[in-house]
């Protein structure tokens, strides 16, 4: 399966993370929100200017900068 960033995703849609793609303190950041390799989310809104996007994953909602999200790689 082809891999997008998690910032491509259009509101509704489903991917499951693949690869988080940062290094250091925002890789460690991004996985103690719980975003791994494995764990499906689900995109429930957007800000009215695209940033930020609000995630539903392990029955939470956590919000990200679009700077975040491009170092999150999902699949469909």
Same mark, same amino acid.
């Given at each position: 399966?082809?891999? %997008? /960033?998690?910032?491509?995703?259009?509101?509704?849609?489903?991917? +499951?993370?693949? !690869?988080?793609?940062? !290094? $250091?303190?925002?890789?460690?950041?991004?996985?103690?929100? $719980?975003? +791994?390799?494995? %764990?499906? %989310? #689900? %995109?429930? $809104?957007?800000?009215?200017? #695209?940033?930020?996007?609000?995630?539903?994953?392990? $029955?939470?909602?956590?919000?990200?900068?679009? /700077?975040?999200? !491009?170092?999150?790689? +999902?699949? #469909?």
């Amino acid at each position: 399966m082809e891999q %997008v /960033s998690l910032r491509t995703l259009d509101e509704g849609q489903e991917a +499951v993370i693949a !690869d988080i793609t940062a !290094d $250091g303190e925002m890789g460690r950041r991004i996985r103690d929100m $719980g975003l +791994v390799p494995g %764990v499906s %989310v #689900q %995109v429930v $809104g957007r800000a009215p200017l #695209q940033d930020p996007v609000a995630l539903r994953l392990l $029955g939470f909602t956590l919000t990200l900068r679009n /700077s975040e999200a !491009d170092f999150i790689k +999902v699949t #469909q």
